[in-house]
């Protein structure tokens, strides 16, 4: 048997968000590798790995033989082969924000309080923030990660009965702690985005989102990059 692989930086804080003993699935699942790790490590004792795609998920299988873990796969277009009652925790991780809403969204069954979310944007962190409170959800928890020269930020998620109204700041920064791993980078990552939409405002003469994204930058540096 081979040696077990080393995750990457942010598949490893996906399975440091995932609980002891969870039933998990892994949507989207590509070469496997998250779930597999979970087994193997004994973290959890059963896992699916999902895909849209034969060859990621042929993929996923073969990993599973060569490194000895049980894991099912299933051919799936997201959720929408999945049983909701197969599984407790699911990882959808390595897509845009925008393919994680509409994942969700269009599940076959109810993701209520029962089922947690973890949840790893490469791309519209903020579009998905909106989507996930305006539907009812909460992220309980969120930390920045940067791999491989990039910063992306992983979110545990689940379906609350109060959800919090969240603030323009916390819409792009998330639930992520000032001062803590990689908030920094993560921090000069979202104001440079807001400032490339910048350009496009002043073009447009739209003088009033232009002072909002103003405000925004100026409490994103004083709670995240002031030493």
Known sequence: MPKLFTLTQRLALCAAFTDEGARFIDIGTDHGYLPIW???????????????????????????????????????????????????????????????????????????????????????????????????????REEAVVDMGKVYSVMKVKKTENPENISEITLYMGKIEPNSKDSREYALKVIKGIENKMIGLRHSGDSENI???????????DLYLND
């Open 211 to 221: 002072e909002k994204s103003e405000k925004i930058i100026r409490e994103i540096k």
């Open 38 to 140: 979970l087994l193997k490590t004994g973290k959890i004792n059963e896992a699916i790995a999902a895909d849209i795609g034969k060859g990621p998920l042929s993929s996923a299988k073969e990993n599973a033989e060569k490194y000895g873990a049980k894991l099912t796969s299933i051919l799936s277009d997201g959720f929408k082969n999945i049983d909701g009652n197969s599984f407790d925790t699911a990882a959808i991780a390595g897509m845009g924000g925008e393919l994680i809403s509409k994942i969700i969204s269009e599940a076959p069954f109810e993701i209520d309080s029962n089922k947690t979310l973890i949840l790893q944007p490469m791309t519209a962190a903020p579009e998905l923030r909106e989507f996930l409170y305006s539907n009812g959800f909460t992220v309980l």
